[in-house]
């Protein structure tokens, strides 16, 4: 098979994985839509343009952090202080439910071992 073949196959696969393994873990679904575009799906982030999220500060210490996080991105107290030439966009658009799951998600997966975060814990912080 040629490279370009092997290269679509893996894409259709892909795109055919993923939202099936989305559906059930609402904060997956959630990365996938609104941060993988740039921290990735694996959570490798892009060098010098945003950061990995394995191991990271705000997935492993207070549940405020990252939900500060989530909803001023890089206005968020503390943020702003890296190499990243990108900006990280607030997403308080989204319901409590969404912030709650996708910070659970952050929060363990990628290596970290925050916890999770539940809505309450988002609805106290706005
Ligand atoms: C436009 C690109 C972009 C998008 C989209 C984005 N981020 Fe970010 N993120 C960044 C950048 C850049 C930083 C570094 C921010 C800073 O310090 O100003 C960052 C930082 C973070 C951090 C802090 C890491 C630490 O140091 O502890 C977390 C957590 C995080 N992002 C999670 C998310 C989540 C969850 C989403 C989706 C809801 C998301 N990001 C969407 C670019 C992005």
Known sequence: ????????????????????????????????????????????GVPFMQPE?????????????????????SKAPGAGQGEYSNEMPGFDFLSNEEIAAIATYVRTNFENNGGPVTADDVKSRR
Do not use: W
């Open 1 to 44: 098979m040629k490279v370009t073949n092997l290269v679509a196959a893996a894409a259709l696969a892909a795109a055919a994985a993923g939202p099936s393994l989305s559906q059930d873990n609402p904060g997956k679904a959630g990365y996938e839509a609104h941060c993988a575009v740039c921290h990735q799906y694996d959570g490798g």
């Open 53 to 73: 999220l394995f191991a990271r500060p705000r997935a492993n210490g207070p549940k405020g952090g990252v939900i500060d996080m989530i909803m001023l991105g």
